[in-house]
């Protein structure tokens, strides 16, 4: 089994940033990717940004250049750094990670608000 464990959501007002955090541990051999989801209320879970075990990464069109994923592989720990955040940025954000191959694992969710 793996856990994944989110933090860093929070409140926040338009143009500003948030970091966002997932570390996962436990039976970990193998590291496919890792990655960011996130639901607005009334809308479909939609994959936000992804890294890759080579280190490649992928954006929704919706977020390139205002996030920013990347890894600290010691720590086997994911960050989303959102900048520019805007109202329509607020959701629940979901970590998400495929280990050993086959494995898929979510995290409980964080919170990020953005409003003034």
């Known amino acids: 089994q793996v856990q994944l464990v989110e933090s860093g959501g929070g409140l926040v007002q338009p143009g500003g940033s948030l970091r966002l955090s997932c570390a996962a541990s436990?039976?970990?051999?193998?590291?496919?990717?890792m990655g960011w989801y996130r639901q607005a209320p009334g809308k479909e879970r939609e994959l936000v940004a992804r890294?890759?075990?080579?280190?490649?990464?992928w954006y929704a069109d919706s977020v390139k250049g205002r996030f920013s994923i990347s890894r600290d592989n010691a720590k086997n720990t994911v960050y989303l750094q959102m900048n520019g955040l805007k109202p329509e940025d607020t959701a629940v954000y979901y970590c998400?990670?495929?280990?050993?191959?086959?494995?898929?694992?979510w995290g409980q969710g964080t919170q990020v608000t953005v409003s003034s």
């Open positions: 890294i890759f075990g080579i280190g490649s990464t």
């Open positions: 998400h990670g495929l280990f050993n191959g086959i494995n898929e694992y």
């Open positions: 436990g039976r970990i051999f193998s590291f496919n990717y």
